[in-house]
Antibody, heavy 120, light 111 residues
Framework: EVQLVESGGGLVKPGGSLRLSCAASGFTFSSYSMNWVRQAPGKGLEWVSSISSSSSYIYYADSVKGRFTISRDNAKNSLYLQMNSLRAEDTAVYYC?????????????WGQGTLVTVSS | QSVLTQPPSVSAAPGQKVTISCSGSSSNIGNNYVSWYQQLPGTAPKLLIYDNNKRPSGIPDRFSGSKSGTSATLGITGLQTGDEADYYCGTWDSSLSAGGVFGTGTKVTVL
């Protein structure tokens, strides 16, 4: 069964740091680009960052550029998101999602999400 | 910040049809393929449509997608109570950020 399981969320003070992890199983993790997508409480989806299969290509949303760092360890089938200088507006459920592609690109599957709360 | 515009809500009776529009620009929908996601209450999003109009295995043919110019549409026929959810369109942006973009989301209510 294809599965993505996020961990590492929690309560952190403004200006603090947190590292999210995403464990993949059931598919050849090293062959796929991976993404982080977040959803603030009661709000819509926001793409955060993507990383190619070999980590050669990395992209960030303007809202997190310079503060967040995406990385992966293909030997451990794991994806990471290092979040620094956290702000209240970073409060959200963070999902990891694999990236499928044929003609276009899409997100599938998704993990269950991990909640990050930034508050004093 | 969503750059793709969707209606906040649509509704219909069981068995009826609803359509959800997704409006973008030449830098996103106009030059990229569109996907659609269903998010049931309290759960993670799930892929419904990819490459504008393709359904993954397991997705019933009651769900359909189309694209024209800088807009895309999701159709749901034979509406069921289990279809009550939030629906999001998604694509990629060809600008410098080269990132993913999502629609504002549409809440489907089955009357």
């Amino acid at each position: 069964e294809v599965q993505l399981v996020e961990s590492g969320g929690g309560l952190v003070k403004p200006g603090g740091s947190l590292r999210l992890s995403c464990a993949a199983s059931g598919f050849t993790f090293s062959s796929y680009s991976m993404n982080w997508v977040r959803q603030a409480p009661g709000k819509g989806l926001e793409w955060v960052s993507s990383i190619s299969s070999s980590s050669s290509y990395i992209y960030y949303a303007d809202s997190v550029k310079g503060r967040f760092t995406i990385s992966r360890d293909n030997a451990k089938n794991s994806l990471y998101l290092q979040m620094n200088s956290l702000r209240a507006e970073d409060t959200a459920v963070y999902y990891c999602a694999s990236e499928g592609y044929t003609k276009g690109r899409w997100f599938d599957p998704w993990g269950q999400g991990t909640l990050v709360t930034v508050s004093s | 910040q969503s750059v793709l515009t969707q209606p906040p809500s649509v509704s219909a009776a069981p068995g009826q049809k609803v359509t959800i529009s997704c409006s973008g620009s030449s830098s996103n929908i106009g030059n990229n393929y569109v996907s659609w996601y269903q998010q049931l209450p309290g759960t993670a999003p799930k892929l419904l449509i990819y490459d504008n109009n393709k359904r993954p295995s397991g997705i019933p043919d009651r769900f359909s997608g189309s694209k024209s110019g800088t807009s895309a549409t999701l159709g749901i026929t034979g509406l069921q109570t289990g279809d009550e959810a939030d629906y999001y369109c998604g694509t990629w942006d060809s600008s410098l950020s080269a990132g993913g973009v999502f629609g504002t989301g549409t809440k489907v209510t089955v009357l």
